[in-house]
């Protein structure tokens, strides 16, 4: 399940990289400039979720004084 998760991540991100890649190449800079904001909640949402997987590790591991 995660898997194929991360392949569609993976696909979409590609697809928003190319089309804003041949968006620019062609000069329609709406199209380019329009691709910023999908990247950018994406990056927001990987890297609050990293943070939150990590705390979490942080929290079911033992204490600092081995209790």
């Known amino acids: 399940m995660k898997k194929s998760l991360a392949i569609i991540q993976i696909a979409v991100i590609a697809i928003i990289i190319i089309y804003g ?10 199209g380019l400039y329009g691709t910023f904001p999908l990247l950018f909640i994406y990056y927001i949402f990987v890297v609050a979720r990293q943070k939150r997987e990590k705390e979490h590790q942080n929290d079911d591991g033992p204490d600092r004084d081995g209790k």
């Open 21 to 30: 890649t041949v968006s620019l190449y062609v000069g329609n800079f709406e």
